[in-house]
């Protein structure tokens, strides 16, 4: 089974930007692995965030974006709020076979 | 308004089985895949596997940590998807939540299963 990575943990101040990555060890990510993107808050439930790479829920803030970045696919939180503190997940499609990455622990601090 | 409501969670013996069941609301189920997904407690998500719709076929894929001990159905007249868990063990211990995927993106509040002696 193929292994997604993501960085464990990262940390932006407020106002700030940053991205998160979600790669493949099977090579670079493209659209056709229709990338996920979820957020999860201490004790809640996940929220899907972006689907099939680059679009948005209608409860998506539209400071989050998706795109693919240097061979993977990535979140891009422009403008970071306290409440985006949070752990974001993503999941890449391997002939419909989901696999899910490890999760990035994101402090806004 | 879309809702997803897990069931038939609780405490099993390794070695064990359980059925969760998922009633889904405000939606067109019968049209919708649905999608299993645990997590561990204090650990990441893991994708369990997804059932089709009946128009797509009505098959189901499968993670490979469940492959061959999980099984998906669903029941159309009743709005609902079922996880059958065999073989359980301690590992298998989470919250198992069901989620509509596609463009929806809708999840259930979960339901815990506990495998334990």
């Known amino acids: 089974q193929a292994v997604v990575t993501q960085e464990p943990s990262l940390t932006v101040s407020p106002g700030g930007t940053v991205t998160l990555t979600c790669g493949s060890s099977?090579?670079?990510?493209?659209?056709?692995?229709?990338p996920y993107w979820f957020q999860q808050k201490p004790g809640q439930v996940p929220k899907t965030l972006i689907y099939?790479?680059?679009n948005k829920f209608s409860w998506t803030p539209a400071r989050f974006s998706g795109s693919l970045l240097g061979g993977k696919a990535a979140l891009t939180l422009s403008g970071a709020q306290p409440e985006d503190e949070a752990d974001y997940h993503c999941?890449?499609?391997?002939?419909?076979?989901?696999?899910f990455g490890g999760g990035t622990r994101l402090t806004v601090l | 308004e879309v809702q997803l409501v897990e069931s038939g969670g609780g405490i099993v013996e390794p070695g064990g089985s359980l059925r969760l069941a998922c009633v889904a609301s405000?939606?067109?189920?019968?049209?919708?895949?649905m999608d299993w997904v645990r997590q561990a407690p204090g650990k990441g998500l893991e994708w369990i596997g997804r059932i089709r719709s009946k128009a797509a076929g009505g098959t189901a894929d499968y993670g490979a940590p469940v492959k061959g001990r999980f099984t998906i159905s669903r029941d159309d007249s009743r709005d609902t998807v079922y996880l059958h868990l065999s073989s359980l063990n301690t590992e298998d211990t989470a919250v198992y939540y069901c989620?509509?995927?596609?463009?929806?993106?809708?999840w259930g509040q979960g339901t815990l299963v506990s495998v334990s002696s």
């Open positions: 999941f890449l499609s391997y002939s419909g076979i989901l696999v």
């Open positions: 099977t090579g670079a990510v493209t659209s056709g692995h229709i």
């Open positions: 099939e790479t680059i």
């Open positions: 989620w509509t995927g596609g463009s929806m993106g809708y």
């Open positions: 405000g939606f067109s189920f019968s049209n919708t895949w």
